[in-house]
């Protein structure tokens, strides 16, 4: 008996043992990569990264999740139900590209005018479509949205951008997006998963470092870890923008495009000051970066 109150009390004092930092990223995409790399040759931290698929909305729902990666316009969707969600670090920014049909005389921005895009829905590829056709005085109701898939490996499946291009099922696609890691203020608010927060994101600066200046030494992992080729992940590279920390005028972007994804949820948009508190550099301020 004595020795299982010890026991007992030996647990209070340490408390329960940490089953690791934990990671909810979509693993299809080579925004994903970093995240692996830094968990697998850099990090640091008082317990093991566990990462798993999934995204921001499932730190919003999970308590047990203590970072996310995706997109941010899931980061706005999922801000708008939970207030208590931080950006605290921008991995990469994807060139925005809209591929059209030549065959279909479509050679300037204006020629999309009456024709089928696709794209993915809900998603910054979405909203980027939108905006970016706005440019050309081309409205929504002006042009046809199909959604469709995206394909990391020849040959594209039925459902994939590429193959509804190629079948002459759409006429332009658009892709993709800026992504971000996200975690809570709670999470931020422990202490200890904090300081393992902070080395996951040194560990991810790091790669990032190695992406950014010497990105042949990651090319085959690269596309192993999405199940692609590394010859196309070496031709999509430039694409890429490998950041870290925003630039200032991230606010300005995410308050606009907030307005459009309030439009397309039906509900109100998110109170600039909101977002001003979703951006948050405080783990960026205190590595000095």
């Known amino acids: 008996m004595k020795t299982a109150l010890l026991l007992t009390g030996i647990v209070a004092l340490l408390g329960t043992?940490?089953?690791?930092?934990?990671v909810s990223t979509s693993l299809d995409w080579i925004e994903y990569t970093p995240q692996r790399y830094a968990a697998d040759n850099f990090y640091k931290g008082s317990s093991p990264v566990q990462i798993s698929s999934g995204g921001v909305a499932t730190i919003a729902r999970d308590n047990s999740v203590d970072l996310a990666a995706n997109a941010e316009t899931q980061g706005l969707k999922q801000l708008s139900g939970r207030r208590s969600l931080r950006l605290i670090y921008m991995v990469c920014e994807a060139q925005y590209r809209i591929v059209a049909n030549k065959a279909k005389g479509i050679?300037?921005?204006?020629?999309?005018?009456?024709?089928?895009?696709?794209t993915i829905p809900g998603t910054s590829a979405g909203y980027f479509v939108n905006k970016f056709l706005k440019t050309a005085g081309i409205?929504?109701?002006?042009?046809?949205?199909?959604?469709?898939?995206?394909?990391?490996?020849?040959?594209?499946?039925?459902g994939t951008l590429?193959?509804?291009?190629?079948?002459?099922?759409?006429?332009?696609?658009g892709?993709?997006?800026?992504?971000?890691?996200?975690?809570?203020?709670?999470?931020?608010?422990?202490?200890?998963?904090?300081?393992?927060?902070?080395?996951?994101?040194?560990?991810?600066?790091?790669?990032l470092d190695v992406y950014n200046n010497d990105p042949k030494k990651v090319f085959a992992r690269v596309a192993e870890?999405?199940?692609?080729?590394?010859?196309?992940?070496?031709?999509?590279?430039p694409e890429h923008l490998w950041t870290g920390r925003w630039a200032p005028d991230l606010i300005d972007f995410l308050v606009e495009e907030d307005a459009y994804l309030a439009q397309e949820d039906r509900r109100q948009p998110i109170p600039r000051a909101d977002i001003e508190k979703f951006l948050d550099t405080s783990i960026l301020?205190?590595?000095?970066?």
């Open 175 to 207: 892709l993709w997006e800026m992504y971000a890691l996200y975690t809570t203020a709670e999470k931020l608010a422990d202490a200890r998963i904090r300081a393992d927060i902070v080395e996951f994101v040194r560990a991810l600066n790091q790669t």
């Open 225 to 237: 870890l999405v199940r692609s080729d590394a010859d196309v992940v070496e031709a999509v590279w």
């Open 17 to 22: 043992p940490s089953s690791g930092l934990k």
């Open 107 to 118: 050679n300037a921005l204006e020629d999309l005018k009456g024709k089928r895009i696709g």
């Open 285 to 289: 301020d205190e590595l000095g970066l």
């Open 139 to 158: 409205q929504p109701g002006q042009y046809t949205v199909a959604s469709g898939n995206a394909c990391m490996k020849a040959p594209c499946g039925q």
């Open 162 to 173: 590429p193959q509804m291009l190629q079948a002459g099922q759409i006429d332009a696609f």
